[in-house]
Protein backbone atom coordinates (compact mmCIF):
# COMPACT_ATOMS: atom_id res chain seq x y z
CA UNK A 1 0.00 0.00 0.00
CA UNK A 2 1.41 3.55 -1.14
CA UNK A 3 0.17 7.29 -1.11
CA UNK A 4 -0.02 9.21 -3.49
CA UNK A 5 0.51 13.33 -3.10
CA UNK A 6 -2.72 14.00 -2.59
CA UNK A 7 -2.27 11.52 0.75
CA UNK A 8 -5.17 8.92 -0.22
CA UNK A 9 -4.43 5.85 -0.08
CA UNK A 10 -4.00 3.12 -3.01
CA UNK A 11 -3.34 -0.32 -3.67
CA UNK A 12 -0.89 -0.78 -6.38
CA UNK A 13 -0.07 -4.13 -8.13
CA UNK A 14 2.57 -4.70 -10.89
CA UNK A 15 2.61 -7.00 -13.83
CA UNK A 16 5.47 -6.31 -16.54
CA UNK A 17 6.14 -3.20 -16.17
CA UNK A 18 2.70 -2.12 -16.00
CA UNK A 19 1.06 -1.03 -12.59
CA UNK A 20 -2.72 -1.15 -11.33
CA UNK A 21 -3.85 0.61 -8.60
CA UNK A 22 -7.12 1.60 -6.64
CA UNK A 23 -8.52 2.40 -3.53
CA UNK A 24 -9.99 -1.08 -3.11
CA UNK A 25 -7.14 -3.71 -2.60
CA UNK A 26 -9.62 -5.92 -4.22
CA UNK A 27 -10.01 -4.03 -7.10
CA UNK A 28 -6.57 -3.33 -8.02
CA UNK A 29 -5.77 -6.63 -7.66
CA UNK A 30 -8.24 -8.12 -9.96
CA UNK A 31 -7.39 -5.38 -12.80
CA UNK A 32 -3.98 -6.88 -12.22
CA UNK A 33 -4.94 -10.24 -12.50
CA UNK A 34 -7.59 -9.63 -15.83
CA UNK A 35 -4.20 -8.32 -17.06
CA UNK A 36 -1.73 -11.34 -16.47
CA UNK A 37 -4.93 -13.72 -17.68
CA UNK A 38 -5.33 -11.69 -21.09
CA UNK A 39 -1.42 -11.92 -21.62
CA UNK A 40 -0.82 -15.51 -20.65
CA UNK A 41 -3.44 -16.16 -23.10
CA UNK A 42 -2.75 -14.51 -26.28
CA UNK A 43 -5.31 -11.83 -25.76
CA UNK A 44 -2.96 -8.72 -24.71
CA UNK A 45 -5.23 -5.18 -24.89
CA UNK A 46 -4.20 -3.10 -27.74
CA UNK A 47 -0.83 -1.21 -27.48
CA UNK A 48 -0.80 2.43 -27.19
CA UNK A 49 0.42 3.33 -31.01
CA UNK A 50 -1.08 6.08 -33.28
CA UNK A 51 -2.20 5.59 -37.41
CA UNK A 52 0.89 7.73 -38.47
CA UNK A 53 3.42 5.82 -35.85
CA UNK A 54 1.91 2.63 -37.21
CA UNK A 55 1.72 3.59 -41.26
CA UNK A 56 5.64 4.64 -40.48
CA UNK A 57 6.08 1.18 -39.05
CA UNK A 58 3.86 -0.80 -41.80
CA UNK A 59 4.45 1.05 -45.03
CA UNK A 60 8.34 -0.37 -45.73
CA UNK A 61 7.52 -3.84 -45.50
CA UNK A 62 5.12 -3.71 -48.59
CA UNK A 63 8.50 -1.61 -50.19
CA UNK A 64 9.98 -4.79 -51.16
CA UNK A 65 6.99 -6.98 -53.13
CA UNK A 66 6.19 -3.51 -55.34
CA UNK A 67 7.36 -1.50 -58.09
CA UNK A 68 8.88 1.82 -57.42
CA UNK A 69 5.59 3.51 -58.74
CA UNK A 70 3.47 1.71 -57.41
CA UNK A 71 4.82 2.16 -53.67
CA UNK A 72 5.18 6.21 -54.07
CA UNK A 73 1.33 5.53 -54.90
CA UNK A 74 0.80 3.40 -51.65
CA UNK A 75 2.74 6.51 -50.09
CA UNK A 76 0.32 8.77 -51.02
CA UNK A 77 -2.86 6.71 -49.80
CA UNK A 78 -1.42 6.50 -46.27
CA UNK A 79 -0.71 10.36 -46.40
CA UNK A 80 -4.29 10.89 -46.78
CA UNK A 81 -5.27 8.56 -44.27
CA UNK A 82 -2.42 10.46 -41.59
CA UNK A 83 -3.60 14.05 -42.75
CA UNK A 84 -7.05 12.97 -41.50
CA UNK A 85 -6.46 10.85 -38.53
CA UNK A 86 -2.69 10.41 -37.91
CA UNK A 87 -3.00 11.78 -34.49
CA UNK A 88 -5.23 8.90 -33.40
CA UNK A 89 -4.77 6.01 -31.87
CA UNK A 90 -5.16 2.87 -33.93
CA UNK A 91 -7.53 0.98 -31.50
CA UNK A 92 -9.83 4.10 -31.43
CA UNK A 93 -9.86 4.85 -35.06
CA UNK A 94 -14.02 3.82 -36.02
CA UNK A 95 -15.75 3.68 -38.67
CA UNK A 96 -16.79 7.07 -38.78
CA UNK A 97 -13.30 8.53 -38.89
CA UNK A 98 -12.60 6.18 -42.49
CA UNK A 99 -15.86 8.19 -44.02
CA UNK A 100 -13.91 11.27 -42.94
CA UNK A 101 -11.20 10.00 -45.01
CA UNK A 102 -13.22 8.72 -48.12
CA UNK A 103 -14.21 12.52 -48.66
CA UNK A 104 -10.48 13.45 -49.68
CA UNK A 105 -10.91 10.74 -53.12
CA UNK A 106 -14.20 13.11 -53.69
CA UNK A 107 -12.18 13.48 -57.28
CA UNK A 108 -10.56 9.94 -57.84
CA UNK A 109 -11.68 6.71 -60.21
CA UNK A 110 -13.27 3.63 -58.90
CA UNK A 111 -10.25 1.72 -59.16
CA UNK A 112 -8.07 4.43 -57.43
CA UNK A 113 -10.99 3.70 -54.39
CA UNK A 114 -10.36 0.11 -54.70
CA UNK A 115 -6.70 0.12 -54.38
CA UNK A 116 -7.15 2.56 -51.46
CA UNK A 117 -9.68 0.36 -49.65
CA UNK A 118 -7.32 -2.47 -50.04
CA UNK A 119 -4.83 -0.53 -48.48
CA UNK A 120 -6.62 0.75 -45.40
CA UNK A 121 -7.85 -2.76 -45.11
CA UNK A 122 -4.35 -4.26 -45.04
CA UNK A 123 -3.00 -1.80 -42.67
CA UNK A 124 -5.89 -2.47 -40.58
CA UNK A 125 -5.01 -6.03 -40.14
CA UNK A 126 -1.40 -5.78 -39.55
CA UNK A 127 -2.79 -3.88 -36.71
CA UNK A 128 -4.87 -6.89 -35.79
CA UNK A 129 -2.39 -9.36 -36.43
CA UNK A 130 0.21 -7.11 -34.11
CA UNK A 131 -2.59 -6.99 -31.63
CA UNK A 132 -2.57 -2.59 -31.94
CA UNK A 133 -6.70 -3.05 -32.26
CA UNK A 134 -9.19 -5.87 -32.55
CA UNK A 135 -11.31 -5.23 -35.57
CA UNK A 136 -11.23 -3.48 -39.00
CA UNK A 137 -13.03 -0.18 -39.03
CA UNK A 138 -13.03 -0.35 -42.84
CA UNK A 139 -15.08 -3.38 -43.22
CA UNK A 140 -18.05 -2.04 -41.56
CA UNK A 141 -20.65 -1.19 -43.41
CA UNK A 142 -21.18 2.61 -42.53
CA UNK A 143 -17.62 2.89 -43.46
CA UNK A 144 -18.05 1.79 -47.29
CA UNK A 145 -16.53 4.81 -49.70
CA UNK A 146 -18.97 6.26 -51.97
CA UNK A 147 -18.59 5.47 -56.04
CA UNK A 148 -15.47 7.13 -57.94
CA UNK A 149 -15.57 7.74 -61.63
CA UNK A 150 -15.54 5.32 -64.43
CA UNK A 151 -13.77 4.44 -67.31
CA UNK A 152 -11.31 6.66 -68.85
CA UNK A 153 -10.83 10.23 -68.44
CA UNK A 154 -13.20 12.37 -70.03
CA UNK A 155 -13.38 15.31 -72.26
CA UNK A 156 -14.51 19.09 -71.16
CA UNK A 157 -18.32 20.07 -71.93
CA UNK A 158 -17.97 23.83 -73.93
CA UNK A 159 -19.32 25.12 -70.26
CA UNK A 160 -16.12 24.09 -68.35
CA UNK A 161 -13.71 25.17 -70.84
CA UNK A 162 -15.26 28.29 -71.32
CA UNK A 163 -14.73 28.70 -66.85
CA UNK A 164 -11.41 27.97 -67.40
CA UNK A 165 -10.86 30.30 -69.81
CA UNK A 166 -12.29 33.46 -68.00
CA UNK A 167 -12.73 32.32 -64.27
CA UNK A 168 -9.32 34.47 -62.45
CA UNK A 169 -7.66 32.32 -60.20
CA UNK A 170 -4.40 30.97 -58.92
CA UNK A 171 -4.87 28.24 -60.62
CA UNK A 172 -5.88 29.21 -63.68
CA UNK A 173 -2.39 29.65 -65.97
CA UNK A 174 -1.78 26.25 -64.76
CA UNK A 175 -5.15 24.73 -65.94
CA UNK A 176 -4.44 26.77 -69.11
CA UNK A 177 -1.50 25.02 -69.92
CA UNK A 178 -2.92 21.94 -69.21
CA UNK A 179 -5.97 22.80 -71.42
CA UNK A 180 -4.27 24.45 -74.51
CA UNK A 181 -0.75 22.87 -74.58
CA UNK A 182 -1.84 19.59 -73.59
CA UNK A 183 0.66 19.66 -70.38
CA UNK A 184 0.67 17.09 -67.55
CA UNK A 185 -0.12 17.69 -64.38
CA UNK A 186 4.13 17.08 -63.49
CA UNK A 187 4.80 18.89 -66.39
CA UNK A 188 3.15 22.16 -65.40
CA UNK A 189 4.36 22.07 -61.99
CA UNK A 190 7.53 21.81 -63.30
CA UNK A 191 7.46 24.67 -65.57
CA UNK A 192 9.14 28.21 -64.99
CA UNK A 193 8.78 31.19 -67.05
CA UNK A 194 12.21 31.50 -68.67
CA UNK A 195 11.20 27.50 -70.10
CA UNK A 196 8.80 29.59 -72.49
CA UNK A 197 11.09 31.93 -74.84
CA UNK A 198 10.45 32.47 -79.19
CA UNK A 199 7.27 31.65 -78.81
CA UNK A 200 7.76 27.52 -78.00
CA UNK A 201 7.14 25.96 -73.80
CA UNK A 202 10.01 23.81 -73.60
CA UNK A 203 9.04 20.76 -71.87
CA UNK A 204 12.07 19.25 -70.23
CA UNK A 205 11.52 18.50 -66.64
CA UNK A 206 8.36 17.36 -64.28
CA UNK A 207 7.73 16.59 -60.84
CA UNK A 208 7.06 13.46 -59.12
CA UNK A 209 6.15 13.10 -55.32
CA UNK A 210 7.76 10.80 -53.04
CA UNK A 211 6.36 10.87 -49.44
CA UNK A 212 4.37 14.21 -50.76
CA UNK A 213 7.43 16.22 -51.35
CA UNK A 214 8.06 17.06 -55.06
CA UNK A 215 11.19 16.03 -56.65
CA UNK A 216 11.98 17.67 -60.19
CA UNK A 217 13.13 15.38 -62.95
CA UNK A 218 13.04 14.43 -65.93
CA UNK A 219 10.12 14.11 -67.94
CA UNK A 220 8.57 10.74 -68.08
CA UNK A 221 10.41 9.74 -71.03
CA UNK A 222 12.45 10.27 -73.87
CA UNK A 223 9.34 11.37 -76.15
CA UNK A 224 8.09 13.78 -72.93
CA UNK A 225 10.96 15.99 -73.32
CA UNK A 226 9.80 18.34 -76.47
CA UNK A 227 8.51 21.26 -77.28
CA UNK A 228 5.09 23.07 -78.29
CA UNK A 229 3.62 25.94 -79.69
CA UNK A 230 2.69 28.92 -77.38
CA UNK A 231 -0.70 29.28 -79.11
CA UNK A 232 -2.23 32.75 -78.84
CA UNK A 233 -4.73 31.88 -75.77
CA UNK A 234 -1.76 31.15 -73.61
CA UNK A 235 0.35 33.92 -73.92
CA UNK A 236 -1.84 36.33 -71.74
CA UNK A 237 -1.14 33.95 -69.08
CA UNK A 238 2.94 34.14 -69.84
CA UNK A 239 3.55 37.76 -68.60
CA UNK A 240 1.51 36.83 -64.83
CA UNK A 241 4.04 34.05 -64.12
CA UNK A 242 7.03 35.54 -61.68
CA UNK A 243 8.34 31.89 -61.88
CA UNK A 244 6.59 28.58 -61.42
CA UNK A 245 3.80 28.45 -63.59
CA UNK A 246 1.81 27.35 -59.92
CA UNK A 247 3.83 27.82 -56.99
CA UNK A 248 3.06 26.87 -53.59
CA UNK A 249 2.89 29.82 -50.74
CA UNK A 250 6.64 30.29 -50.52
CA UNK A 251 6.85 30.90 -54.46
CA UNK A 252 8.76 27.19 -54.84
CA UNK A 253 7.05 24.25 -56.24
CA UNK A 254 3.86 22.87 -55.19
CA UNK A 255 3.58 19.74 -52.71
CA UNK A 256 0.73 16.86 -53.53
CA UNK A 257 -0.81 18.21 -50.86
CA UNK A 258 -0.76 22.03 -51.59
CA UNK A 259 -1.46 21.18 -55.69
CA UNK A 260 -4.78 19.22 -54.20
CA UNK A 261 -5.65 21.45 -51.71
CA UNK A 262 -5.43 24.53 -54.56
CA UNK A 263 -7.16 22.45 -56.98
CA UNK A 264 -9.91 21.95 -54.63
CA UNK A 265 -10.62 25.96 -53.71
CA UNK A 266 -9.82 25.90 -57.88
CA UNK A 267 -12.95 23.81 -58.63
CA UNK A 268 -15.18 25.38 -56.07
CA UNK A 269 -13.84 28.54 -58.10
CA UNK A 270 -15.52 27.61 -61.36
CA UNK A 271 -18.61 26.17 -59.09
CA UNK A 272 -19.23 29.64 -57.57
CA UNK A 273 -18.96 31.24 -60.79
CA UNK A 274 -21.36 28.74 -62.75
CA UNK A 275 -23.84 28.13 -59.64
CA UNK A 276 -23.43 24.82 -60.43
CA UNK A 277 -21.21 21.58 -59.29
CA UNK A 278 -17.79 21.80 -61.17
CA UNK A 279 -15.64 18.63 -60.44
CA UNK A 280 -12.88 16.93 -63.07
CA UNK A 281 -9.60 15.98 -62.70
CA UNK A 282 -6.20 17.69 -64.17
CA UNK A 283 -5.23 14.93 -66.84
CA UNK A 284 -8.81 15.43 -68.00
CA UNK A 285 -7.36 19.12 -69.66
CA UNK A 286 -4.62 16.73 -71.36
CA UNK A 287 -7.46 14.58 -72.93
CA UNK A 288 -9.48 17.61 -73.60
CA UNK A 289 -6.53 19.20 -75.31
CA UNK A 290 -5.87 16.08 -77.95
CA UNK A 291 -9.46 15.70 -78.68
CA UNK A 292 -10.09 19.97 -79.48
CA UNK A 293 -6.93 19.33 -81.81
CA UNK A 294 -8.22 16.32 -83.56
CA UNK A 295 -11.77 17.82 -83.62
CA UNK A 296 -9.52 20.65 -85.44
CA UNK A 297 -8.35 18.13 -88.16
CA UNK A 298 -4.96 18.49 -86.83
CA UNK A 299 -2.75 15.20 -87.89
CA UNK A 300 -2.78 12.46 -85.14
CA UNK A 301 1.57 12.55 -85.82
CA UNK A 302 1.59 16.52 -84.94
CA UNK A 303 -0.80 15.52 -81.76
CA UNK A 304 1.71 12.94 -81.24
CA UNK A 305 4.64 15.18 -80.82
CA UNK A 306 3.09 17.96 -78.86
CA UNK A 307 1.73 15.51 -76.05
CA UNK A 308 5.46 13.88 -75.97
CA UNK A 309 3.96 10.77 -77.01
CA UNK A 310 6.11 7.71 -78.67
CA UNK A 311 3.13 6.56 -80.83
CA UNK A 312 -0.02 7.95 -82.31
CA UNK A 313 -1.91 5.01 -80.87
CA UNK A 314 -1.43 6.66 -77.50
CA UNK A 315 -3.55 9.37 -79.45
CA UNK A 316 -6.13 7.49 -81.27
CA UNK A 317 -6.86 4.99 -78.25
CA UNK A 318 -6.58 6.67 -75.51
CA UNK A 319 -6.84 10.64 -75.20
CA UNK A 320 -9.29 11.23 -78.93
CA UNK A 321 -13.05 11.63 -77.44
CA UNK A 322 -14.61 12.10 -80.90
CA UNK A 323 -17.28 14.25 -80.60
CA UNK A 324 -20.74 14.86 -82.34
CA UNK A 325 -19.54 17.77 -83.69
CA UNK A 326 -16.91 15.95 -85.54
CA UNK A 327 -18.79 13.61 -86.90
CA UNK A 328 -21.34 16.02 -88.37
CA UNK A 329 -18.70 17.35 -89.74
CA UNK A 330 -17.51 14.16 -91.46
CA UNK A 331 -20.78 13.49 -92.49
CA UNK A 332 -21.00 16.77 -94.35
CA UNK A 333 -17.80 15.92 -96.27
CA UNK A 334 -18.85 12.64 -97.61
CA UNK A 335 -22.01 13.99 -99.06
CA UNK A 336 -20.18 16.44 -101.04
Not at 30 to 53: A, M, S, W
Not at 163 to 173: D, F, G, K, M, Y
Not at 292 to 305: H, L, N, Q, S
Request: charged share 30%.
Amino acid sequence: MKKNQSSEKYYRFWYKGKQFYDKNREIAKKKRDDYKYECEHGLDRPEQITVFELADQWLPTAKASVSKGTYNQYVTIMEKMTSIIGDKLVSAVTPGDIKKIWVSFVDKSQSYINKAKFLYKSFFQYAIDNRYCTSNPILSDSAKPHKGSKGTHRCLTKTEIRLIETVPHRVQAAAMFMLKAGLRRGEVLALRKEDIHNDRIWVKNAVKFVNNRPEIGKTKNESSERSVPLFKPLKPFVDAIEDYALPDAKGGVCSETAFQRAWEYYLKALSDASGQQINFRPHDLRHTFVTVCRDKGIDARIVMTWCGHSSERMIMQIYDHPSENREKRMIKLMNK
